[in-house]
């Protein structure tokens, strides 16, 4: 059976597991049944997000989220934090996006995981994320859609035992078995997949799991550097086997396709800062934009107003997608999917004279980032307001 820590999709967000990341390692090695007041309000305070009940403990409650995120296991009642966590914590570490983030993810995450009750050492390894991407990568190559709905996943990878060590040639022939799943197996499925379509290539979205426009040259780099599982000997003890599957002994394989930047103000706004590579690849998202027509069928710019078919009648919908969240963010995600409360369509001549008004603001303020999602939005609400 495919396991999550079903019910806590929401603190699986990418910004709010770098929060998590921020307040565990200030509990490193400590025996937190004797500051478990002190965990929990720390927890509280640095990601906004309710750690309730209170008459049960951190440990009980969260222990999977932190395991499942890679974030820190407990000995005992003993925290020990993570490589990948003390790098997410650390605001100068390797990981400066969800993509460097979930791509050195993916090829490490594997059933039977020593937070769930079946570990053994015996048991033939799975990797999900690895076997999913796969045949989304093949139904591409197939010259089909590329998405899947749970009931897919179950029919062509679980049905079929498929472990992700398979090669895209498999994947290509895989034809669907009949699978009876349970609700419960469902939802946890449901909310594996949510989770990592946070991946910038990735988008959920009316049941759908899909993959985004993506270049060759992506998806040959997806294929050779983090689509192929880790391979090693599985260590008995369930701690030690943790630490050692989410050990930056190997350092962090960060993603190089291509931004799809569309002007030089792109570039020059992007250079030196690979957080901002994400906000890119957010705004260039064909699906996005797909989504955001059927929501907005009238293609108006939120800046300036301007209706496009009007002042442009020759063409069909000359809006491009803005990202709201912070430069670093991606886009949100909440317990139906991808969230697009936090994108905007705006005109080409907006757009750009918007993220140029945003480099004026960060070096004015002297910050290489907004702050916080709201932060970003009040500066996005000054630019449209200076824009005659």
């Known amino acids: 059976m495919w396991r999550w820590d079903q019910g806590r999709l929401l603190y699986f967000q990418f910004d709010v597991l770098r929060n998590i990341a921020k307040s565990l390692v200030k509990f490193d090695g400590v025996d937190i049944s004797k500051c478990e007041k002190l965990f929990r309000e720390t927890l509280m305070k640095e990601t906004g997000m309710p750690f309730l009940p209170n008459h049960y403990t951190v440990k009980r409650n969260y222990s999977r989220v932190f395991q499942c995120s890679f974030l820190a296991i407990f000995s005992g009642n003993r925290l020990i934090v993570t490589d990948i966590c003390r790098d997410l914590a650390n605001a100068n570490g390797n990981i400066k996006s969800v993509d460097d983030y979930l791509f050195n993810y993916i090829c490490r995450f594997r059933f ?32 089909l859609e590329s998405k899947l709905s749970l009931d897919d996943i179950f029919k062509y990878i679980i049905g079929n035992s498929c472990t992700g060590f398979e090669d895209i040639e498999y994947y290509k022939r895989i034809l669907p078995v009949h699978y009876d799943y349970t609700d419960t197996e469902r939802r946890q499925l449901r909310e594996m997949v949510i989770f990592i379509s946070q991946l910038s290539v990735l988008k959920v979205y009316d049941g759908y799991l899909f993959l985004d ?23 008995p003890d369930r701690v030690e086997e943790f630490l050692e599957m989410t050990s930056l002994g190997h350092k962090i394989i960060v993603p190089t396709f291509e931004v799809f930047a569309s002007d030089p103000s792109d570039i020059e706004f992007i250079e030196g800062n690979r957080k901002r590579v994400e906000h890119f690849r957010v705004e260039r998202s064909g699906l996005l934009r797909k989504y955001y027509r059927q929501v907005n069928p009238q293609p108006v710019c939120c800046a300036c107003g301007a209706d496009m078919s009007q002042r442009y009648p020759w063409t069909e919908y000359m809006l491009d997608i803005h990202h709201l969240l912070p430069l670093s963010s991606t886009v949100a995600i909440s317990t139906r999917g991808t969230s697009l ?48």
């Not at 780099?221 to 599982?229: C, S």
């Open 341 to 388: 409360n936090d994108i905007v369509g705006l005109c080409p001549s907006c757009h750009r004279a918007i993220h140029v008004y945003y480099r004026y603001w960060l070096k004015k303020n002297n910050q290489a980032d907004f702050i916080s999602k709201q932060e970003a939005h009040d500066v996005f609400i000054q630019a449209t307001r200076e824009i005659a």
């Open 112 to 143: 039977p995981f020593p937070a769930f009750d079946n570990y053994d050492t015996v048991q033939q390894r799975i990797y999900p994320f690895c076997a999913i991407m796969k045949l989304l990568i093949a139904q591409r190559e197939n010259g």
């Open 213 to 235: 426009e993506i270049s060759e040259s992506a998806k040959d780099e997806m294929l050779a550097k983090f689509l192929q599982p880790e391979n090693r000997a599985s260590k």
